[in-house]
């Protein structure tokens, strides 16, 4: 396993963009696929968006295609989370996490989590 920590988030107004950070440990972290999600208060967490160790497959939440975008710098041990046009919708805690091998959209297909990053969006 690796261990995580996510970074970046806070509050904005809407419209406004940030971009999250996750830290991984280890020497192998372009063997990962990694993901992000989200859990908003009283609501289950969410995929928000995934990708392949060396970054070349990407997926998203149908809903967040077009403002939410997902790269890694495999060098740095990083991967990233952009997130434009933020609508209060958004605010929620975000989490990154790993899994060995290939992507995967569900939470339990993830081994590793990050402790999360809150991220707020007032009207």
């Known amino acids: 396993q690796v261990q995580l920590v996510e970074s970046g988030g806070g509050l904005v107004q809407a419209g406004d963009s940030l971009r999250l950070s996750c830290a991984a440990s280890?020497?192998?972290?372009?063997?990962?696929?990694m993901g992000w999600f989200r859990q908003a208060p009283g609501k289950e967490r969410e995929f928000v968006a995934t990708?392949?160790?060396?970054?070349?497959?990407?997926a998203y939440k149908d809903s967040l295609k077009g403002r939410f975008t997902i790269s890694r710098d495999n060098a740095k041990n990083t991967v990233y989370l952009q997130m434009n046009s933020l609508k209060p919708e958004d605010t929620a805690v975000y989490y990154c996490?790993?899994?060995?091998?290939?992507?995967?959209?569900?939470?339990?297909?993830?081994?590793?989590w990050g402790q999360g990053t809150q991220v707020t969006v007032s009207s």
């Open positions: 990708i392949s160790g060396n970054g070349g497959t990407t």
């Open positions: 280890g020497r192998t972290f372009n063997n990962y696929a």
């Open positions: 996490a790993a899994r060995l091998r290939c992507i995967a959209i569900t939470p339990d297909s993830f081994d590793s």
